[in-house]
């Protein structure tokens, strides 16, 4: 069909894919001053009964405009035109000029729970859209959410409403030559036909558990357990160290019962939306070594999404260690302006240190500085690795073990990072920052009196520390010890008398433990003692509208979820703006 004219515009120029449904094909509209390029889908159905055709018609003219209806929405590419010609239906839609996420989720490759986090959370508001429309998509899966390279953002395409045609039109006038879906991500309902709006949430768990595990596809359907009194139960937890909360909420996602699993996408984000490190929160500046080595914990706070773990922050523990140390050669200048500049431009410290390396490649202490620069870009693999050559070329270097522990921690490898951070206090039993990422270690490999053993150890040897006993009171909440979490940030309130942001954090974390104990008036006082104490607290205004939306107070909900998406918006948070936004349109929507 190369070459072939569509409807007096859309030239056939290349073949992108078929199936049992018909063909998709690119092509250009030759209508348009530039010859845009689009997507011209061609439905093929196996009857030529005039009235099978008529019914097919008619519902394609129908399925046409619900597409139409869809593409208003930013996520899902726009219906230009739909027509029929000798017999045969055509649809054509928006070009999205991008890659599918299938070229993302490579096998043996397994992503972070925060790039989770944000998958679920960018896809979620796309389908409280399509279901609200009363559309199920029936085939969500990697190679149909295609990353849209103008802006990053998750396009949802290839809908199955018009694949469906042909099971609509009465038996044996047009038959189906396929099922709907992709069986890696199908439920069971939908196998047997009845697909569900809650389908579509299973396919989009089953695709994190992929990235999670980093299987290929075909290896999903081996997680189902058909020995188990709950028959096709995905099995998937044993296989990687994930916080419980959000395993929870991809376990109830994937749930074989779809009279069990979340009933709606919006129900899914609300859980999201209560673990911690989904949230806008908090992550520490650098730990100061004094120049005996003894470490002071003295954390200046600074609103950030705390990446990868739920319960207890990973400290950065970024050492301005020990100059008396440092080589004196011509390395030192680089050396020094990459610690200037770590904390203002990542990418110029990387530069500096790389220099200083080319000019002495056994420079521990521009390996570890270099480890924290990939750290706070994120790189968590490279920074595993430059702290590791530190520790190579400096016997008992502490501070790279603990910034090693951080980085295995956050590559999902908590085990590796407990015995990281464990010989760091085996070498330097009075620094705080190993006991504090060790703690996340074990939270993660659930050895919960591990985890809290750590964290009253760090108050010990903090005792004047109110942030000590705020990262206890996240723990506490975690597990549900909302007193305990309670009296520790009441005593880090009594600590941080003048220190308005750190106040802030601790009337936050206290209305989140009133808030589980469903007092809700002291919550909300708790939420707007936070605000009032940092003005631009989004964490605090999201969850004072949280409370405010589950008292029914829509305005005053709909105000405080505005303020954080914009406060959100401004931070660089998308995560929390997309969260907020979506609150936002369902309190519209139910109006």
């Given amino acids: 069909m190369i070459g072939q004219l569509l409807d007096g515009r859309y030239e056939i120029v290349q073949v992108l894919g078929g199936g049992a449904f018909g063909k998709t094909f690119l092509a ?36 046409a405009e619900i597409l139409e209806k869809l593409g208003r929405h930013d996520q899902i590419p726009t219906l230009l035109a739909e027509f029929e010609q000798e017999k045969e239906f055509y649809l054509v839609q928006q070009l999205i000029d991008g890659h599918p996420l299938h070229q993302e989720i490579q096998p043996h490759q397994r992503w972070n729970e925060q790039q989770v986090l944000q998958l679920l959370t960018e896809v979620l508001p796309i389908l ?48 189906p030559t396929a099922a709907i879906g992709t069986a890696a991500y ?144 011509k390395a030192l200048p680089f050396y020094k302006r990459g610690l200037e500049k770590l904390h203002k431009d990542k990418s110029e410290a990387i530069k500096e240190f790389n220099e200083a390396i080319k000019l002495n490649d056994k420079y521990a202490e521009a390996y570890y500085q270099r480890a924290n620069a990939h750290f706070l870009a994120n790189n968590y693999q490279r920074a595993a690795e430059d702290a590791s050559k530190a520790i190579e070329l400096k016997e ?16 999902q490898q908590p085990q590796q990072a407990e015995a990281k951070c464990t010989k760091a206090i085996e070498i330097n039993p009075k620094y705080a920052d190993a006991y504090l990422n060790r703690a996340n270690a074990r939270r993660n490999l659930k050895n919960k009196d591990g985890a809290l053993a750590d964290l009253t150890k760090l108050i010990d040897l903090n005792l004047d520390d ?24 009441n005593q880090a309130l009594k600590l941080a008398t003048n220190k308005p942001e750190i106040a802030a954090i601790a009337y936050d974390g206290r209305g989140n433990a009133l808030a589980a104990q469903n007092k809700a008036q002291a919550a909300i ?67």
């Fill in 28 to 63: 250009k509209d030759l209508k348009r001053p530039t010859q845009p390029q689009c997507v011209v889908k061609q439905l093929s159905y196996s009857s030529q009964d005039p009235l099978a055709l008529n019914a097919a018609s008619r519902l394609f003219k129908k399925e």
């Fill in 128 to 175: 409280v859209f399509v279901h609200g429309q009363g559309v199920i998509h029936r085939d969500i899966k990697p190679s149909n959410l295609m990353r849209r390279s103008a802006d990053g953002k998750l396009v949802l395409i290839d809908f199955g409403a018009v694949k469906d045609i042909s099971s609509q039109i009465p038996q044996g006038q047009l038959t």
């Fill in 186 to 329: 199908m439920p069971m309902e939908q196998f047997h036909g009845f697909p569900q709006y809650n389908s579509d949430i299973y396919a989009l768990g089953m695709i994190a558990i992929q990235a999670l595990l980093g299987l290929p596809a075909h290896d999903l359907t081996k997680l189902r357990d058909n020995t188990s009194p709950n028959l096709g139960e995905i099995v998937w937890r044993n296989q990687v160290a994930v916080s419980p909360a959000l395993a929870d909420v991809i376990d109830k996602m994937v749930l074989t019962d779809w009279r069990r699993r979340y009933q709606s996408a919006n129900e899914v984000l609300a859980d999201l939306s209560k673990i911690p490190a989904y949230s806008p929160s908090f992550s520490p500046t650098p730990t100061k070594i004094t120049p005996n080595n003894q470490p002071q914990l003295k954390i200046k706070f600074k609103p950030s999404i705390v990446k990868g773990v739920a319960a207890v922050i990973v400290v950065a523990g970024i050492g301005f260690a020990v100059y008396h140390q440092l080589p004196t050669t």
């Fill in 396 to 411: 008992n270097y502490f501070e790279a073990y603990t910034r090693l522990c951080a980085a295995l921690l956050l590559l």
């Fill in 466 to 489: 109110p942030q000590a006993y705020i990262s206890r009171g996240v723990f506490y909440i975690e597990f549900q010890e909302y007193e305990k979490a309670i009296a520790d940030y």
């Fill in 525 to 591: 006082d708790d939420f707007t003692q936070a605000i009032e104490h940092k003005k631009d607290f989004a964490q605090a205004y999201f969850n004072r509208g949280r409370i405010y939306k589950a008292l029914n107070s829509r305005q005053e909900a709909i105000q405080d979820f505005e303020k954080a998406d914009t406060l959100c918006s401004q931070q660089g948070r998308t995560n929390c703006s997309k969260l907020a936004q979506s609150f936002i349109q369902e309190l519209q929507d139910n109006y």
